[in-house]
């Protein structure tokens, strides 16, 4: 059992925040105070209580004996203070009459209802064995994927025939889908999201329902349709596949931000294993769409889906179509620009032997590619530094030798290179020796002198101009705003 540290009210299953506060729930000891019928009792001289089975947001729930027909039952009361306020009461017993008219194997069957002394209403219906799948889920990671997708298959067609019916269930999710232990499903509390967010909740702005299973529209007060269902069936999946749910936050209200503004990561990214899901994972994401528009139309819609992208063979699922998102390709050019696939093209595969003919998307995209290497081939260039400019020279015996502008001259063997703190500065103008002197010793100058003159002779003038031109280097701690002109 979990409390609201706020109202003190106490809740079973897998709520983590109290639907009338928005707090985080805490754990509680034993069961808290009771409320309601306790064991032993006899409700509306009909149906006596045998136990607790659990409580929620909108009552307990309890099992009980038909004296009359000796048949064990479940009994759904409303919390009394609920039932308190206005006509509550009255649209709890028109919500439990319209989810008795769906008639579907996959929703709990609804055989009475009425009202104990005070007014509180309560509703029968079927007490079921097995376990709710919120327990299950929390049995050690993501189920497999015959049994989620059996068990999904079946939620879809109790959806369907609520929506047929003109019944929205409004807080789908996993709490409220039991799986009995023959593998069935049934869909519980049809509605009563309904008649509880009709009642003055103690917070401003916190929208009754189970944040993490709700859809945008429903998170920000607006109207909503069956599609809403459809989304909380989204969010469903997604858990099964991944162990987890597509949006978590600290609070109850950054939950319901995070569904109306961000999307869901792929189920490739979350969990490895996923891959496996090949186009399971697109209907999922396609559900979790946040205009209403964008996702499937009816439940039936998803059952097709998942009928061809599925084959059921026994007990065993095999998926027989891969996904057609972007991520489910190898890593290449086929990321960045997303292409059709072959089915939408509807392109013809050549024989062995026969070259293909090139479809009308290749030379766009054989441009982009070339596009994209002369691009990189540039920066290259760009930013490779320049060789040092050569001087090709005769040595003593007329052999000739390539000499870079600005290299060290090569010490003769035995010597060794001075430094450049012991180097003379270049001679003054003012300081060389006559012409008719520099003639005469032309001849027999020595290859270190002519390695000095190499040294010291300035640059030619495009190695200059170069110079001047090039952009200064950007320091470490340099700032560069790119919209300056």
């Keep these: 059992m979990q409390r609201c540290p706020t109202c003190a009210q106490c809740f079973s299953g897998d709520a983590r925040f109290c639907p009338f506060d ?16 306790l064991a032993g009792e006899i409700i509306d001289g009909r149906y006596e209580v045998e136990a607790v089975l659990g409580q929620g947001g909108m009552g307990k729930v309890y099992a009980v004996l ?20 206005g006509d509550l009461a009255a649209r709890f017993i028109q919500e439990a009459r319209a989810a008795a008219l769906i008639g579907h194997p996959n929703v709990v069957q609804i055989s009475d209802f009425g009202q104990v002394s005070g007014g509180t209403p309560y509703f029968i219906m079927e007490l079921l064995d097995g376990a709710p799948l919120s327990k299950l889920l929390r049995q050690g990671g993501p ?19 609520a929506h047929a019916a003109g019944v929205i269930h409004r807080d789908l999710k996993p709490d409220n889908i039991h799986v009995t232990a023959a593998g069935n499903v049934k869909i519980l509390d049809f509605g009563v999201a309904k008649v509880a967010g009709a009642s003055r ?17 429903q998170a920000s007060g607006a109207t909503i349709d069956h599609r809403a269902d459809l989304y ?8 099964m596949f991944t162990g987890r749910v597509p949006f978590e936050a600290d609070t ?3 939950v319901l931000t995070k569904h109306m503004f961000m999307r869901p990561e792929p189920l490739t990214k979350v969990y490895e294993p996923a891959r ?9 994401l396609k559900c979790l769409e946040k205009a209403p528009e964008a996702r499937y139309a009816s439940a039936q819609e998803i059952i097709d889906e998942v009928n061809q992208i599925v084959h059921f063979v026994g007990d065993r699922v095999d998926v027989v179509r891969p996904s057609r998102r972007p991520s489910a390709r190898p890593a290449g050019l086929a990321d960045v620009l997303e292409l059709p696939a072959r089915e939408e093209l509807d392109l013809p595969i050549a024989p062995a032997g026969v070259p293909a003919k090139l479809p009308r998307w290749a030379l766009p995209l054989g441009a982009a590619a070339a596009l994209m290497a002369s691009g990189g081939l540039l920066f290259v260039l760009l930013h490779t530094p320049s060789a040092p400019a050569v001087r090709r020279e005769e040595t003593s015996n007329g052999a000739p030798r390539a000499i870079a502008e600005n290299a060290e001259p090569a010490a003769p063997l035995g010597e060794s290179i001075p430094s450049a703190s012991s180097m003379a500065p270049p001679l003054a103008a003012s300081s060389v020796a006559p012409v008719e002197r520099a003639k005469s010793a032309a001849n027999t100058k020595s290859a270190a002198s002519r390695s000095d003159e190499i040294r010291t002779a300035r640059p030619p003038a495009h190695d200059a101009k170069r110079a001047r031109s090039a952009p200064p280097s950007l320091g470490a701690s ?4 790119p919209w300056t002109r």
């Design 143 to 161: 189920p497999s994927i015959d049994f989620s997708v059996r068990i999904l298959a079946q939620v879809a067609a109790g959806l369907g025939a």
């Design 232 to 239: 909380a069936l989204g969010v469903i999946m997604y858990e």
């Design 22 to 37: 928005g707090e985080p729930l805490q754990a509680a000891d034993g069961n808290g105070p009771e409320s309601g019928p």
């Design 276 to 284: 496996q899901l090949g186009a399971l994972e697109d209907v999922t």
């Design 66 to 85: 038909h004296r009359a027909l000796g048949k064990r039952f479940a009994l759904k009361m409303m919390r009394p203070e609920l039932a308190a306020q």
């Design 478 to 481: 340099e700032i560069v705003n």
């Design 201 to 217: 909740l103690t917070k401003t702005g916190i929208v009754f329902g189970t944040p993490h299973y709700m859809s945008p529209e």
């Design 252 to 254: 109850y209200m950054g």
